[in-house]
């Protein structure tokens, strides 16, 4: 069955740090990869996608997010952490065998402490 | 802003009642989605619609029903609710269904509280 998983429910990292959130997953065929960021009572937002060429994402608010075929993960990642950056991260694929869903894993929280 | 606009983002509704969420998208999307996020699981997917016609009805209940007047909006009907239907409800949008590669758009949601 097609899937993705979050294996860290929760994730804590000083202000000033770096922060990975750890992604992997299995489909049929190509991967196509996203992440989305919740802040409290809001909507899920947009940060990046992987659908081919660089291994390497770059997104929104100075996030990125390192493809690896061979490990199937897509990590993601920011050298710096801002406590701003504290929030509900999920980590998506599309399910390559019903175009119209998108698999989402069980979401990480990230807290980011001053 | 992310072109996706639901109201009310605030719903309290005891189980008898009638009342409706709406979605709007700016985005000039074909494709239209309703998910439900509860606490403790995954997001679960409710409802597709591509070009104003329903395709995907993941197995929810009749007491929600889904409308589609046009690629722009999309309502969720809800009728005589549960508890355990209290929920954030989101609506997203994307460029079409089946691109891949389609990035999924999503609403600030509506928080639903069923007493």
């Known amino acids: 069955a097609q899937s993705v998983a979050q294996p860290e429910d929760q994730v804590n990292v000083a202000e000033g740090n770096p922060l990975t959130v750890k992604c992997t997953y299995s489909v049929s065929g190509n991967p196509y990869l996203f992440w989305y960021v919740q802040y409290p009572n809001r909507g899920l937002q947009f940060l990046l996608k992987y659908i081919t060429g660089d291994n390497l994402v770059k997104g929104s608010y100075g996030f990125e997010a390192e493809f690896n075929k061979s490990q199937t993960s897509f990590h993601l990642k920011k050298p710096s952490a801002l406590v701003s950056d504290s929030a509900l991260y999920f980590c998506?694929?599309?399910?390559?065998?019903?175009?119209?869903?998108?698999?989402f894993g069980s979401g990480t929280r990230l807290s980011i402490r001053p | 802003e992310t072109g996706v606009t639901q109201t009310p983002r605030h719903l309290v509704m005891g189980m008898t009642n009638k009342k409706s969420l709406k979605c709007e998208q700016h985005l000039g999307h074909n494709a239209m989605y309703w998910y439900k996020q509860s606490a403790k699981k995954p997001l679960e997917l409710m409802f597709v619609?591509?070009?104003?016609?329903?395709?995907e009805n993941n197995s929810v209940p009749s007491r929600f029903s889904p409308e589609c007047p046009n690629s722009s909006h999309l309502f969720l009907h809800l009728h005589t609710l549960q508890p355990e239907d209290s929920a954030l409800y989101l609506c997203a949008s994307s460029q079409d269904r089946l691109g891949l590669g389609n990035t999924i758009y999503f609403g600030e949601g509506s928080w639903l509280t069923v007493v």
């Open positions: 998506a694929v599309r399910d390559t065998l019903s175009a119209s869903k998108i698999i």
């Open positions: 619609y591509s070009l104003e016609e329903r395709v």
